[in-house]
């Protein structure tokens, strides 16, 4: 998915200096879950080509540990052989591909923020004080972070990944919130008209992806929703993987899922995360129960930097497409679409230094059409900016997705440009209250 990256980049106005970036995004390219395998796959996944490092090293004491690594492998005398994806990867795991593109994340990102811009401290600096990246409990996530560090500061020394504990993360999120789950529920089921009446019209695509998948017609996890057959064909797609055929008595087929096909897929995934993050009148109430913690932790870093109490200037969460996805849903994005891997929301703030100019943008380049599965690729940005209101602190905040500048339908955001900081906190505060006070009554159904 496209990202902050120099050749896009648009600096906002010299009269404003930045003091504080926030990045989120997803993880990048990994294997499909197992739950999305069809009952027989043809394709042979293997991930010899990583090294998935999991040990502990003691901080005292003469004793070290040896790097090792996981290495998947089927035994011959296992009889409980699972059914779907065959090979020596996990289902799911980062790849090789997703590593290298969170590495490539990481270096485009100091590329911006300390060769264009000189705003992140030199390598060779005391830049640990200065910048924190936090990861869930899912295992991915701190791989993918790992690639990122490297490529942004080109070491390999231990470097803290901030964590919350399972079941209360705000960052997955994970946090018990039976408000939200039951919402999201009711946006995903029958009971909404609109929903009932995308899955009869797709009735045509079900069939014949289950024709080719030999998935059952009655199996209740691949048709609820799209979002199975869309993980299991964009994972091949992503990694460069001819698309699934038929595979009658185990042999192979010219009757295959065509790219037509494959995009349709694609599109109804699109319009089901619209309707569950931004759509339905539900979307917002369910996202601010599941995300507001997380959102709540925003507004603090951003009032820590204004107030002095933070000696952070980077903060960097690597999340999933459910956070993410929550996080536009609040901000109240113009177009909702399934964010791909790698997608990417940065908040910047800015300190004024002089007299709100009249345009937000010093310059404004061309860039590459975005890539349809959104496994990387590139947006155009924006041109400049219409004046705002000023800010009785002085302070502004600018949001990109994708690497241009966040448009929102919700009125008092906007276009979300050099809008006065005041304006973003008083949003989400009246949606989760400050310090998140507001979550835990929201949660409750």
């Not at 290495?71 to 997703?98: D, E, L």
């Not at 789950?181 to 009446?197: G, H, T, V, Y």
């Not at 698309?243 to 494959?262: F, R």
């Not at 690497?403 to 979300?416: D, E, N, T, Y």
Request: charge should be negative.
């Amino acid at each position: 998915m496209p990202h902050v990256r120099p050749r896009e980049y648009i600096r906002a106005h010299p009269d404003f200096d930045l003091q504080y970036v926030e990045v989120i995004h997803r993880h990048h390219k990994r294997t499909p879950y197992a739950s999305n395998a069809f009952p027989v796959e043809s394709h042979h996944w293997d991930c010899d080509d990583v090294h998935l490092h999991l040990y502990g090293q003691p901080l005292q004491g003469n004793a070290a540990a040896a790097p090792v690594f996981q290495q998947g492998y089927t035994s011959t005398t296992n009889p409980f052989v699972p059914s779907g994806w065959i090979g020596s990867c996990k289902f799911p795991q980062i790849t090789a591909g997703g590593l290298d593109d969170s590495w490539q994340h990481g270096a485009d990102l100091y590329a911006v923020y300390h060769h264009l811009l000189g705003f992140l401290p030199a390598r060779n600096a005391d830049y640990k004080s200065a910048v924190t990246y936090r990861v869930t409990n899912n295992e991915i996530t701190s791989q993918v972070a790992a690639m990122v560090i490297n490529g942004m500061w080109s070491t390999t020394d231990p470097f803290p990944l901030l964590v919350q504990a399972p079941r209360v993360d705000s960052l997955e999120p994970q946090y018990a919130c039976e408000a939200a789950d039951s919402l999201f529920a009711a946006i995903k089921s029958r009971s909404n008209p609109e929903w009932e009446q995308h899955l009869d019209l797709s009735g045509g695509l079900f069939r014949k992806l289950d024709d080719i998948s030999s998935v059952p017609s009655n199996d209740e996890g691949f048709h609820a929703s799209f979002d199975r057959y869309y993980d299991n064909l964009s994972a091949r797609q992503c990694h460069a993987i001819s698309l699934p055929c038929k595979l009658p008595h185990g042999g192979n087929n010219t009757i295959c899922v065509s790219q037509e096909a494959a995009n349709a897929v694609y599109r109804m995934g699109h319009w089901e995360y619209s309707q569950i993050y931004r759509d339905h009148p539900s979307s917002l109430p369910a996202s601010v129960a599941a995300f507001g913690v997380w959102i709540s932790e925003l507004t603090s870093h951003l009032r820590d930097v204004m107030s002095g109490k933070s000696r952070t200037i980077y903060f960097h969460n690597v999340a999933h497409d459910g956070s993410v996805s929550r996080l536009l849903s609040i901000l109240q994005i113009d177009e909702m679409t399934w964010p791909g891997l790698g997608a990417e929301v940065v908040f910047e703030l800015y300190q004024q230094k002089a007299p709100m100019p009249n345009s937000g943008s010093a310059d404004s380049r061309d860039a590459p059409p975005d890539s349809n599965l959104g496994c990387h690729g590139a947006t155009a940005p924006d041109g400049p900016l219409k004046s705002r209101a000023s800010s009785p602190t002085g302070y502004y905040i600018r949001v990109l997705y994708g690497g241009k500048v966040f448009k929102s339908s919700q009125p008092i955001l906007g276009r979300l440009d050099m809008l006065p900081v005041e304006v973003l906190l008083d949003y989400l505060d009246g949606l989760v209250g400050k310090e998140a006070s507001l979550i835990k009554t929201k949660c409750r159904r």
